[in-house]
């Protein structure tokens, strides 16, 4: 039995489809609150593979909910991750880039030393240092720049505003690396099909900016690009982002288990998805 927490979120979602015709149990927030031991640990009796996408994702809104946030990204990841040992289950822990703090020239390995410089950064890390404590079965996943279908972030909001033309201030400057969450969870259960416990890095590889990924996706739907590009610090967010949010793949190369696309070839994957709708 593998159990899907977080299931109504972006990621939680694709995995759900990608897991289709197996014994899979889904749950959402509503369904399974992670900050809930006792609901976490019932939701997963019997489980031999769970997958925790479930977590406090807004970035702005922890600085203001701050405890909020590490209820649910710090003590609620350990709560799944206690639950995982009680019931001899493999884990999936999903984390984020937020955990560094973006000041480094090269793209960021798995062994880089964290620096979070946000509320939501800090109970994510701190989420981290508490799963790797509570269980030994565990791939702890940081994936960044997700987008997909349905998905509530700007980054998956980006393919239906450039198509309809909508007026768009957007950052020229944060180097990322736009991730299709359909290839990130194929990555994440081709992994979690292994017993390579560690921590892993899933990202689309090469490098954007959010402007130019926009600019890409305007000359595929073939429409005129109607933004403007700025710098990072003109935008005004409340939290810090990480102006370099690049990962290098080391233990997947090393495993010989990367097989993520080309930030290039995943989006116009997706775009064809969405074409036969």
Same mark, same amino acid.
């Given at each position: 039995?593998?159990?899907?927490?977080?299931?109504?979120?972006?990621?939680?979602?694709?995995?759900?489809?990608?897991?289709?015709?197996?014994?899979?149990?889904?749950?959402?927030?509503?369904?399974?609150?992670?900050?809930?031991?006792?609901?976490?640990?019932?939701?997963?009796?019997?489980?031999?593979?769970?997958?925790?996408?479930?977590?406090?994702?807004?970035?702005?809104?922890?600085?203001? #909910?701050?405890?909020?946030?590490?209820?649910?990204?710090?003590?609620?990841?350990?709560?799944?991750?206690?639950?995982?040992?009680?019931? #001899?289950?493999?884990?999936?822990?999903?984390?984020?880039?937020?955990?560094?703090?973006?000041?480094?020239? #090269?793209?960021?390995?798995?062994?880089?030393?964290?620096?979070?410089?946000?509320?939501?950064?800090?109970?994510?890390?701190?989420?981290?240092?508490?799963?790797?404590?509570?269980?030994?079965?565990?791939?702890?996943?940081?994936?960044?720049?997700?987008?997909?279908?349905?998905?509530?972030?700007?980054?998956?909001?980006?393919?239906?505003?450039?198509?309809?033309?909508?007026?768009?201030?957007?950052?020229?400057?944060?180097?990322?690396?736009?991730?299709?969450?359909?290839?990130?969870?194929?990555?994440?259960?081709?992994?979690?099909?292994?017993?390579?416990?560690?921590?892993?890095?899933?990202?689309?590889?090469?490098?954007?900016?959010?402007?130019?990924?926009?600019?890409?996706?305007?000359?595929?739907?073939?429409?005129?690009?109607?933004?403007?590009?700025?710098?990072?610090? #003109?935008?005004?967010?409340?939290?810090?982002?990480?102006?370099?949010?690049?990962?290098?793949?080391?233990?997947?190369?090393?495993?010989?288990?990367?097989?993520?696309?080309?930030?290039?070839?995943?989006?116009?994957?997706?775009?064809?998805?969405?074409?036969?709708?």
């Amino acid at each position: 039995m593998i159990v899907v927490l977080g299931a109504g979120g972006l990621l939680g979602r694709y995995l759900v489809e990608e897991l289709r015709g197996q014994d899979v149990h889904a749950f959402t927030r509503a369904e399974c609150d992670i900050t809930d031991a006792a609901a976490v640990r019932s939701r997963t009796r019997g489980a031999e593979l769970i997958l925790n996408c479930a977590a406090y994702t807004n970035v702005d809104g922890a600085e203001k #909910e701050e405890t909020a946030a590490w209820r649910a990204n710090a003590l609620g990841a350990e709560n799944v991750a206690r639950a995982a040992t009680a019931h #001899e289950a493999r884990l999936v822990h999903v984390s984020t880039d937020f955990v560094f703090d973006g000041l480094q020239a #090269e793209p960021y390995d798995e062994l880089a030393q964290p620096n979070p410089q946000s509320s939501y950064a800090r109970s994510k890390l701190a989420g981290e240092v508490l799963a790797r404590a509570a269980t030994a079965r565990l791939f702890l996943v940081r994936v960044q720049g997700l987008y997909g279908t349905g998905g509530a972030n700007f980054s998956s909001k980006l393919r239906a505003l450039v198509r309809d033309g909508k007026p768009l201030t957007l950052d020229g400057e944060r180097r990322v690396q736009p991730t299709w969450a359909r290839a990130a969870a194929r990555q994440i259960l081709a992994l979690a099909g292994t017993d390579a416990y560690g921590t892993y890095h899933v990202s689309c590889k090469g490098e954007a900016t959010w402007a130019a990924f926009a600019a890409r996706l305007a000359e595929r739907l073939g429409v005129t690009p109607r933004w403007k590009v700025v710098r990072s610090d #003109e935008l005004g967010a409340p939290a810090k982002r990480p102006p370099n949010c690049l990962f290098r793949h080391r233990m997947l190369e090393l495993r010989g288990l990367d097989r993520m696309p080309s930030w290039e070839q995943a989006q116009d994957d997706y775009l064809a998805e969405e074409a036969a709708r």
